[in-house]
T-cell receptor, first 110, second 116 residues
Framework: NAGVTQTPKFQVLKTGQSMTLQCAQDMNHEYMSWYRQDPGMGLRLIHYSVGAGITDQGEVPNGYNVSRSTTEDFPLRLLSAAPSQTSVYFC?????????FGPGTRLLVL | AQSVTQLGSHVSVSEGALVLLRCNYSSSVPPYLFWYVQYPNQGLQLLLKYTTGATLVKGINGFEAEFKKSETSFHLTKPSAHMSDAAEYFCAVSDQTGGGADGLTFGKGTHLIIQP
């Protein structure tokens, strides 16, 4: 099993550009989520999904969009990137209350 | 709403000494509790978790944690620190009644430094 995979590993965007961060898991987990990690802030939940077709907002959802058309994939879309979205983004999948994290995407918005 | 407080953003111990990383949580419902470790430029790896049952939980790499409901604490310990333990450690809580399906609330992290 590859577990949770994320692409790209690193991305530079200009303010106003849009992009999609990809996340896939091969563990057949119903639950998937996106977090952002900022220095001194820990990880904060952006959006989560409890199954295909079902998504909900977390603590910091503004500026991000998600959809869940399959169990395996949970992409995160930045509609119009802002410097405040410079961060490291982690995708996670889980079952039974335990979550497993991907390697992260480091995003720099200029 | 849930919250997690990790006491000390940086903790320094000597190699071979006891490691103690503190975590206190607040939750209005029975919690699931977790410790994750993050090595530089890597993702988060689950160290251990408490869901139900035994309050002393053993994890990987010789770490353990004890759930103390009366103190709302879940401190992480290791009897003897090793240089390879140097990393960032995160305590997290989720809502047990929802099976943890509504996401984790993380503490801000503790950077563990091991002195030779």
């Amino acid at each position: 099993n590859a577990g949770v995979t994320q692409t790209p590993k690193f991305q530079v965007l200009k303010t106003g550009q849009s992009m999609t961060l990809q996340c896939a898991q091969d563990m057949n987990h119903e639950y998937m989520s996106w977090y952002r990690q900022d220095p001194g802030m820990g990880l904060r939940l952006i959006h989560y999904s409890v199954g295909a077709g079902i998504t909900d907002q977390g603590e910091v959802p503004n500026g991000y969009n998600v959809s869940r058309s399959t169990t395996e994939d949970f992409p995160l879309r930045l509609l119009s990137a802002a410097p405040s979205q410079t961060s490291v983004y982690f995708c996670a999948s889980g079952a039974g209350g335990t979550q497993y994290f991907g390697p992260g995407t480091r995003l720099l918005v200029l | 709403a849930q919250s997690v407080t990790q006491l000390g953003s940086h903790v320094s111990v000597s190699e071979g000494a006891l490691v103690l990383l503190r975590c206190n949580y607040s939750s209005s419902v029975p919690p699931y509790l977790f410790w994750y470790v993050q090595y530089p430029n890597q993702g988060l790896q689950l160290l251990l978790k408490y869901t139900t049952g035994a309050t002393l939980v053993k994890g990987i790499n010789g770490f353990e944690a004890e759930f103390k409901k009366s103190e709302t604490s879940f401190h992480l310990t290791k009897p003897s620190a090793h240089m390879s333990d140097a990393a960032e450690y995160f305590c997290a809580v989720s809502d047990q009644t929802g099976g943890g399906a509504d996401g984790l609330t993380f503490g801000k992290g503790t950077h563990l430094i091991i002195q030779p």
